[in-house]
């Protein structure tokens, strides 16, 4: 009665590109993402002050964005200047990639509340890993699905060590299958692999309910580990986390990699990627640990309601997955 889009594993950023094909010639495309579609025209990336544009800029829509692409004559040196994009909005944010002739690469980051950068006349591996680093964190705690399963899994074992040896299976694994998709090594599509993921939410969901039933027959607590995944929830962690790393490689592969400091950039991302889960992991338990001292008896009503949602949610996604 009160529903409201489900979104999942929502990173889309916009991105910026500004190629030189030769001197003082540069190619700019963009695609600046919206949730409504513009009213007014939309404006181009505001090139630095010894820029102009050859002639009008193409602008479109497509696919729930906005699409633009450019030619541009700048005289001398773009480094040291300030560009911005106009549009940005909420939290929205902007990828940029500058490719000068000759010269490395740099990955910079635009945001709604700071459109402007400045273009570094030396750019650095430093660079490319703030950019990255941010891009991970928001990927985990934009990303529902995964958060999910990380909420779910924590709700499974609710003991904290147990939830560190499984956050680290889970860690270990999607490192793995995450760098080995990006690096192009292993690839599945991406559409089965969205089910899949969904379909891991709905069976921790499962799980974490038929143990909430069986301590309530037996007089037990829900953490006593008797099925198997509350023995072992480890390997679980670390099989589903296999499969959650093709969805991160997914999301990165969109954003693009720069070309000079892949490894750089794929190593900030996965470090980001971890300390958003860390953060929603330490959240958990200490809400956990705060319901269970201040009304215990609270516990298993909370849990088992939560886990509803979440098995839900995660059904939901699986059927729309599976239908598209």
């Known amino acids: 009665m009160c529903s409201v889009p489900a979104q999942a594993d929502e990173l889309r950023?916009?991105?910026?590109?500004?190629?030189?094909?030769?001197?003082g010639?540069?190619?700019?495309?963009?695609?600046?993402?919206?949730?409504?579609?513009?009213?007014?025209?939309?404006?181009?990336?505001?090139?630095?002050?010894?820029?102009?544009?050859?002639?009008?800029?193409?602008?479109?829509?497509?696919?729930?964005?906005?699409?633009?692409s450019a030619t541009a004559g700048c005289e001398g040196s773009i480094a040291g200047k300030a560009f911005s994009m106009p549009g940005l909005t909420g939290q929205a944010d902007m990828l940029v990639r500058i490719q000068p002739l000759e010269e490395p690469a740099q990955?910079?980051?635009?945001?709604?509340?700071?459109?402007?950068?400045?273009?570094?006349?030396?750019?650095?591996?430093?660079?490319?890993?703030?950019?990255?680093f941010i891009l991970g964190v928001e990927h985990i705690l934009a990303g529902w699905d995964h958060l999910l399963?990380?909420?779910?899994?924590?709700?499974?074992?609710?003991?904290?060590?147990?939830?560190?040896?499984?956050?680290?299976?889970?860690?270990?694994?999607?490192?793995?299958?995450?760098?080995a998709a990006a690096l192009g090594f292993v690839g599945l599509p991406g559409g089965p692999v969205e089910a899949l993921i969904a379909l891991s939410i709905v069976f921790l969901a499962v799980e974490i309910l038929r143990g909430a039933d069986e301590a309530a027959d037996t007089h037990l607590d829900i953490r006593t580990p008797r099925t198997w995944t509350r023995r072992f929830p480890w390997i679980v962690a670390f099989l589903f986390g296999l499969l959650h790393g093709f969805g991160f490689a997914g999301a990165l592969t969109s954003i693009g990699l720069p070309e000079g400091d892949i490894v750089a950039?794929?190593?900030?991302?996965?470090?980001?990627?971890?300390?958003?889960?860390?953060l929603v992991v330490a959240a958990v338990l200490a809400l956990l640990a705060l319901i269970r001292k201040a009304a215990s008896a609270a516990m298993e009503p909370a849990v088992r309601i939560a886990s509803y949602g979440i098995g839900i949610t995660g059904a939901y996604w699986l059927i729309d997955r599976v239908a598209i």
Not at 13 to 23: K, V
Not at 112 to 132: C, G, H, R
Not at 154 to 178: G, K
Not at 265 to 278: C, D, I, K, R, T
């Open 13 to 23: 950023p916009g991105y910026l590109e500004l190629t030189e094909t030769q001197s």
């Open 25 to 68: 010639i540069w190619s700019i495309g963009w695609k600046l993402p919206y949730t409504t579609p513009p009213t007014d025209a939309p404006s181009p990336p505001i090139l630095p002050d010894n820029c102009e544009y050859s002639g009008e800029a193409k602008v479109g829509t497509a696919a729930a964005a906005i699409i633009g």
């Open 107 to 132: 990955a910079l980051r635009l945001t709604a509340a700071n459109p402007e950068a400045v273009i570094a006349v030396q750019p650095d591996t430093a660079q490319v890993l703030k950019t990255y």
């Open 149 to 179: 399963f990380v909420i779910a899994l924590v709700l499974l074992v609710q003991s904290w060590r147990m939830v560190v040896a499984a956050a680290t299976a889970f860690t270990l694994a999607h490192s793995i299958t995450l760098a």
């Open 265 to 278: 950039a794929l190593l900030a991302f996965n470090v980001g990627v971890e300390a958003g889960q860390l």
